[in-house]
Nanobody, 119 residues
Framework: VQLQAYGGGLVQAGGSLSLSCAAS????????VGWFRQAPGKEREFVAS????????DYADSVKGRFTISRDNAKNTVYLQMNSLKPDDTAVYYC?????????????WGQGTQVTVSS
């Protein structure tokens, strides 16, 4: 499956952005999809993930209550709604997919989209 993340941009602190992760090649409904981010000089970190049905969702503590992950399997797309953005949210955001088996790794990655939050 090929992934493409888009929707990033420049926003003021307190603002909102919505990211999309569109899949091609295979149906995304077979995969757990996660969002990750990497800020300059920092390691990539987990942001959120969602299973195929949306019944299992996880968030990093740093984004709980502000970010919402969702998916539309009919559109082969996963979304990340980001509200109350902070300058610390500035990073390149990536979406990734893994098969829903214990121990699987995120083997499919999108190219990333830049999110910049100004203070």
């Amino acid at each position: 499956v090929q992934l493409q993340a888009y929707g990033g941009g420049l926003v003021q602190a307190g603002g909102s952005l919505s990211l999309s992760c569109a899949a091609s090649g295979r149906t995304l409904s077979s995969y757990i999809v996660g969002w990750f981010r990497q800020a300059p000089g920092k390691e990539r970190e987990f942001v959120a993930s969602i299973n195929w049905s949306g019944s299992s969702i996880d968030y990093a503590d740093s984004v709980k209550g502000r970010f919402t992950i969702s998916r539309d399997n009919a559109k082969n797309t996963v979304y990340l709604q980001m509200n109350s953005l902070k300058p610390d949210d500035t990073a390149v955001y990536y979406c990734a997919a893994r098969i829903p088996f214990s121990g699987s790794t995120y083997d499919h990655w999108g190219q990333g989209t830049q999110v910049t939050v100004s203070s």
